[in-house]
C-alpha cells in the first residue's frame, strides 16, 4: 500500500518559517512529480509548488513565489517545502501529493495523496 506521509505542520507567526516534510512508502517514486496543495477553511484546495523527478523543473503558485520553495532528497527519499514569511492567508492543510504527470500535480488531480498537516499563521 502506498502511503505520502507529511510532517512539518504547525503553529507560526506571521513573518515566520516553517519546512514541511514529505516521505513517500510502499513504493519506489522514481519518475514521479511530487508536489504541494493546500486547503484553507471554507476554500476550494489549489495547488501550491510542485518538483520533477529530477528536480529540474520546479512550480509555484502566484501566491507562494519568491516565499516558497520545493526540493528533493533523493538519498532520504524525502521532498520538502521551505516556507518563509508565512501570510495568514497561508493556513491551511497542506497535502503532499505525487503523480507521474506534472499536469496533474499542478490541477490537482495527482494519483497519490498524504494525509495532510495542519499549518496555522497567526497574525
Known amino acids: 500500500q502506498v502511503h505520502l506521509v507529511e510532517s512539518g505542520g504547525g503553529f507560526v507567526q506571521a513573518g515566520g518559517s516553517l519546512r514541511l516534510s514529505c516521505e513517500p512508502s510502499?513504493?519506489?517514486?522514481?519518475?514521479?512529480?511530487m508536489g504541494w496543495s493546500r486547503q484553507a477553511p471554507g476554500k476550494e484546495r489549489e495547488f501550491v509548488a510542485a518538483?520533477?523527478?529530477?528536480?529540474?523543473?520546479?512550480f509555484y503558485a502566484d501566491s507562494v513565489k519568491g516565499r516558497f520553495a520545493i526540493s528533493r532528497d533523493y538519498a532520504k527519499n524525502t521532498m520538502y517545502l521551505q516556507m518563509t514569511s508565512l501570510k495568514p492567508e497561508d493556513t491551511a492543510i497542506y497535502y503532499c501529493?505525487?503523480?507521474?504527470?506534472?499536469?496533474?500535480?499542478?490541477?490537482?488531480?495527482?494519483?497519490?495523496w498524504g494525509q495532510g498537516t495542519q499549518v496555522t499563521v497567526s497574525s
Open positions: 501529493t505525487a503523480d507521474l504527470y506534472t499536469r496533474s500535480v499542478v490541477a490537482g488531480t495527482s494519483d497519490y
Open positions: 510502499g513504493r519506489a517514486f522514481g519518475g514521479y512529480t
Open positions: 518538483i520533477t523527478w529530477r528536480g529540474g523543473d520546479r
